[in-house]
């Protein structure tokens, strides 16, 4: 069976980074419509929003792939080889525990206590022996029917595959692994929050 693979952006945090840029848009294109001066001080918190908003609700994302999984969050970006995870957890959002670190997913939060509440064992159904906890326990977001637990199960059910049949043999291999900072975007973040500073205060 061909693997296919799974890429993972949440439709909310899109919807909340468009919304979020064209409000920003609409009031910087106001600010220099009405006081064109006024605008070279104000604009720089407004664009500082749009950019803040981009980076926290749109850029985030998971793509599980064949040979490991990409986790896209603000600051960085994490390639995980499969034979380099050692559990897969979502207690507070979807994690992928290694070795030496723990690789959360900014893209998968663990769900709210209201989502939760309605839940049932057929939620459960199909969820994977490695998510079980002690005395055979679950938690609320390793549920099918939630993102985390839905994304979690379908790398569980990749790792189990590929750890029962001897892929994991040689062991992991740390520096597999790769970790990318988003220089360009803290640079224009900074930049942004300097240039605010100053068009407040000047």
């Known amino acids: 069976m061909p693997f296919q693979e799974v890429f993972y952006r949440p439709v909310l945090g899109r919807v909340l ?44 994302s998971l793509r599980v792939q064949e040979h490991g999984i990409t986790v896209v969050n603000v600051f960085r970006t994490h390639f995980v080889p499969w034979p380099n995870i050692t559990a897969i957890d979502t207690r507070y959002s979807l994690t992928l525990r290694t070795g030496g670190a723990s690789v959360r997913v900014w893209a998968t939060p663990a769900p709210g206590r209201h989502r939760t509440l309605g839940l049932a064992s057929k939620d459960f159904d199909g969820v ?28 569980r059910g990749h790792w189990e595959r590929l750890r029962d049949a001897g892929a994991f043999a040689s062991g992991a291999d740390p520096e597999a692994s790769a970790v990318t900072w988003h220089w360009a975007t803290i640079a224009v973040i900074a930049v942004l929050a300097g240039a605010t500073v100053i068009g407040l205060l000047v």
Do not use: K, M
């Open 128 to 155: 994977g022996q490695s998510a079980l906890g002690e005395h055979g326990s679950l938690r609320p977001s390793d549920a099918i029917s939630t993102p985390s637990g839905n994304l979690a199960q379908v790398i």
């Open 17 to 60: 980074a468009v919304v979020t840029i064209v409000v920003c848009a609409a009031g910087v294109v106001l600010l220099l419509w009405e006081d064109p001066a006024a605008a070279l001080r104000y604009s720089w918190p407004i664009l500082l929003v749009a950019v803040v908003a981009w980076a926290l609700f749109w850029r985030p």
